[in-house]
């Protein structure tokens, strides 16, 4: 089975150093059941192309540890060792590693660079269902990730045509993409087209599936059949991959209904595209908390990271601290910041802590703002005041900026029944005026002015669909001044 991949960057060359294999060199690699060879049939400015080429023992693929029994790897003459399937993603994982990963130590500026590239698979066997054709099948899976497809079928056999179509396409993929993308493509897709596995199936393959499917699969449309034929029908393992894609997708944003308001206006075709509501929201909050002159800034209930992404790119934040009361969303963020391969002034910059927003904590002390980005809504009333007594009183920075849902803006969406909230983790939804109301008084209790601003696209009588308050303290001195207690929740 053979994998090629070429692009025409330039100079084309550093496709070597992304897959860090050099294109003067053939290089073999053991496998568990057979070898895998890399080399370069060309190799030049203009293009390159390296070839992963598999050569299986089909002897020692029954006989080792992978097989199972009564199914097709208990033969020794099978399509295994010429077809692109499971044991190809095996070998892009051990042999493209750190490609894989998006490491590439020589070129990290070209490792989250879109190159144009071109994937080759010869063959890849792909099975459909009694509802899609495997061609409709290839379509489905690949074309929502952006790929021109070229795919061609082969006979069984082409001296006997009256056999019919086999399931065995050359598929041919173009798309300007990172190369980390494209091979994580390949690693998730491959066995899914195939429907089956050379190895047991167990509870780290959903580990894998999101790991390497975190930045794409949870936006697929063909998410639920690429997670059920990846994990090969094991329905606990599906149910808990798919729990854990919603929960993915939750941190991101607190409510897909608002994401994309149906009355949202056109931006201009100058900006390009149109801003979702969580865009929207993401950069009011940014330019309150810049127009406050912060230099260090928490991020409250930071979920996945986008705000924390946008506050390291500015240089005017010299530290800046994200924390979470869930350790998954954490370990998202973690990703998804590429806390791994910062520059050590960047990395120096920012942390992420776990924590709860109900009990005081020294590490929030010293820091000049503070960002609560839909988060109070997701509190029951009584841990909302021990929220304001931890934010307000005791870390108390000098201001604290803070979003949260408008009631009113509810009735905007048709799909959403009277009375309803817009997501289900929600414990309220105020109206603007129970919000201004609720902000004063917190403002007046602990001596900070507080102003507010409409986020998203207003309409005249129910206002914009979030609503932003921006409470600065009267306070002259800093927030370092203040003894903090550890551990009491109220």
Not at 261 to 268: G, K, N
Not at 442 to 456: C, D, E
Request: aromatic residues 8%; hydrophobic residues 40%; contains cysteine.
């Amino acid at each position: 089975m053979l994998l090629t991949i070429s692009t025409t960057h330039a100079p084309a060359t550093d496709l070597g150093f992304l897959l860090q294999k050099h294109p003067d060199r053939c290089q073999t690699f053991e496998l568990a059941v057979g070898k895998a060879h890399v080399f370069y049939p060309e190799a030049s400015t203009e293009c390159c192309t390296a070839c992963l080429l598999l050569d299986i023992d089909p002897v020692e693929l029954v006989r080792g540890r992978g097989n199972w029994k009564g199914g097709l790897l208990d033969q020794y003459v099978n399509d295994r060792p010429y077809v692109a399937s499971s044991l190809m993603s095996v070998a892009i994982a051990q042999v493209f590693r750190s490609a894989l990963s998006g490491k590439a130590p020589q070129r990290e500026e070209l490792v989250d660079t879109p190159l144009p590239l071109t994937a080759r698979l010869e063959v890849l066997p792909v099975r459909g269902t009694a509802q899609t054709s495997p061609l409709e099948l290839i379509e489905k899976l690949f074309a929502p990730l952006g790929y021109e497809i070229q795919a061609t079928r082969h006979p069984l056999d082409e001296q006997f045509p009256e056999w019919g179509e086999g399931p065995y396409f050359t598929i041919e993929l173009q798309h300007t993409i990172p190369l980390a993308k494209l091979l994580q493509h390949l690693y998730v897709l491959i066995p899914v087209f195939d429907n089956k596995k050379h190895y047991y199936i167990g509870s780290d393959e959903v580990d894998k599936l999101l790991t390497k499917g975190e930045s794409w699969l949870a936006d697929h449309p063909e998410r639920a059949t690429i997670t059920r034929r990846y994990l090969t029908k094991r329905h606990s393992l599906v149910r808990q991959a798919l729990a854990r894609l919603v929960e993915e997708e939750a941190t991101e944003t607190d409510d897909d209904l608002t994401e994309t308001p149906p009355s949202a206006e056109t931006i201009t075709p100058a900006e390009e595209r149109e801003l979702s509501l969580h865009d929207q929201r993401l950069g009011a909050v940014l330019a309150a908390i810049r127009s406050t002159g912060a230099r260090r800034v928490l991020d409250l209930g930071c979920g996945e990271g986008k705000l924390l992404r946008e506050l390291l790119a500015d240089s005017q934040f010299t530290e800046i601290l994200g924390m979470d009361v869930s350790v998954r969303a954490l370990e998202i963020a973690h990703r998804r910041l590429k806390l791994d391969r910062l520059p050590d002034r960047q990395r120096d910059r920012i942390r992420l802590i776990h924590g709860a927003l109900t009990y005081r904590d020294a590490r929030l002390a010293n820091f000049d703002a503070a960002a609560l980005v839909e988060v109070i809504e997701h509190l029951d009333p009584p841990r909302l005041a021990a929220l304001e007594r931890v934010v307000f009183e005791h870390a108390r920075p000098r201001a604290v900026v803070l979003t949260t849902p408008n009631r009113e803006y509810n009735t905007m969406w048709e799909s959403l029944p009277a009375g309803q909230m817009r997501h289900s983790d929600h414990r309220f939804e105020w109206t603007r005026e129970e919000f201004e109301t609720w902000a004063r008084q917190l403002a007046t209790r602990f001596g900070y002015q507080v102003r507010f601003l409409p986020v998203g696209p207003a309409e005249p009588e129910i206002g914009a669909p979030s609503q932003m308050a921006i409470f600065e303290w009267e306070g002259g001195e800093s927030s370092s001044s203040v003894p903090l207690e550890i551990g009491d929740g109220n």
